[in-house]
Structure formats: C-alpha cells, structure tokens
C-alpha cells in the first residue's frame, strides 16, 4: 500500500526557513506530477506548487521567490524549501503525488497526511 510520508516543518520567525519533504513508503514504479498544498485554519487548501516528472514547476504568486520545490526521482521524494516565511504561510503542508504503483496498475493521486508548518510574527 502506497503511503506518502512527510517530515519537517516545525515553528520558525517570520523571514527564517524551513523545509519539508515527502517520500513514498514503498517501492514505485513511477510519480508523475508531485505538489505540495498547504490548508490554514478556517481557509480552503491552497495549491502552493507543482513538479512533474521532466522538472517543470508551477508556483502560486503568493510563493514565488520564497519557495522552492525539487524532486529526486530516484529516492521517489519530493521537497519544498520555504525562504523568507511569513506568518501567513501558517498552515498545514501536504504533498500529493500522482502515483503508478506498478506496471499493471493505473495512475491515481496519493496525499501525505499533513506537517504543521507555524511563522511567528
């Protein structure tokens, strides 16, 4: 069974840096696109930004600049380094990944549960 695990985050100052990351449980045969969203209290999830497989990357304006988001294909993980945070990137960070568990089976998407990232003011 396929799980996304993510670890980092933490609490930090505003303009400091944190990084999380997220990695498969088990062996994959191939992700496609990754992202990371992130969900603060009593907001709808945000779509912070997106990696597919050849590198590209799509970042939010509220992000860009600030965050980055890479990929080791070959550990099947995922990272976003967050510079100069504010207190409203307070939120839970979640990575998601379009997964091909195997050969035989089809794509679908995969959710980490979730790393409490907090910027104090």
Excluded: H
């Excluded at 992202?35 to 497989?53: C, D, F, H, M, N």
């Excluded at 207190?87 to 794509?107: F, G, H, K, L, M």
């Amino acid at each position: 069974q396929v799980q996304l695990v993510e670890s980092g985050g933490g609490l930090v100052q505003a303009g400091g840096s944190l990084s999380v990351s997220c990695a498969a449980s088990v062996r994959i045969f191939r992700i496609n696109a990754m992202a990371w969203y992130r969900q603060a209290p009593g907001k709808q999830r945000e779509l912070v930004e997106t990696i597919i497989s050849g590198g590209t990357t799509n970042y939010a304006d509220s992000v860009k600049g600030r965050f980055t988001i890479s990929r080791d294909n070959a550990k099947n993980m995922v990272y976003l380094q967050m510079n100069s945070l504010k207190p409203e990137d307070t939120a839970i960070y979640s990575c998601n990944a379009d997964v091909q568990p195997s050969r035989w089976q089809n794509s679908r998407d995969y959710w980490g549960q979730g790393t409490q990232v907090t910027v104090s003011s």
